[in-house]
């Protein structure tokens, strides 16, 4: 029988937060705009996944992937916002959370761009749009293997599905970004040198 965990005291709390969770903000905010695709939503999730993650700073085992961890709550949050959304439609002002993040010096204002700074930049906007159309299943496993980086048994736990399902995800997912991707690598110069011939 494993023992229940002791209780920490809210020093130890902030320590941990701010050590451990803060870091990944900006991760944060990119999984969250993509599983949203709208800004209001993604900052309300991110603040739902911190005000989760220090009232349960309990569980986390620390020198554990604390990013992986965050990103299971702000998952399962999405998952419950989706199922409430009917019933309770109202949205945090943008505004209010950019005045959050300032007046509790929680991040500074790298992160207030993220979307344009990691993502469009990163990528360019045709390569944005093509990720923007998958669907959102697909969005996820991309963003979460080719972006973030994690391990497939890491996104099978973030998403709560098996590791044979993340690989057939990422395999289907990459295959539609390539066909959509096709005409506009070939108006950059790129050549299918497998086919032996150039795309007209």
Do not use: C
């Amino acid at each position: 029988m494993s023992e229940e965990k002791e209780k920490l005291t809210r020093e130890e709390k902030i320590e941990i937060f701010e050590k451990e969770f803060l870091p990944h903000v900006e991760a944060l905010k990119t999984f969250a705009y993509y599983l949203t695709y709208n800004d209001n939503d993604a900052n309300d999730l991110v603040q739902e996944t911190y005000m989760k993650a220090f009232r349960f700073a309990e569980k986390f085992d620390k020198g554990t992937n604390a990013k992986a961890w965050l990103f299971r709550i702000l998952k399962n949050a999405y998952i419950n916002d989706y199922r409430k959304k009917s019933k309770q439609p109202d949205r945090v002002d943008f505004e209010d959370v950019i005045n959050y993040h300032k007046s509790d010096d929680v991040t500074d204002n790298k992160y207030l761009n993220l979307k344009e700074e990691s993502i469009e930049e990163m990528m360019g906007d045709e390569i944005t749009k093509a990720i923007n159309s998958l669907p959102p299943e697909f969005r996820t496993v991309i963003l979460l293997a080719d972006i973030e980086d994690f391990s497939y048994k890491e996104i099978s736990k973030i998403i709560g599905v098996p590791i044979g399902t993340v690989r057939s995800r990422l395999f289907r997912a990459r295959n539609t970004l390539k066909d959509l991707l096709k005409k506009y690598a070939f108006s950059l110069g790129y050549k299918d040198y497998r086919s032996g011939k150039e795309e007209e």
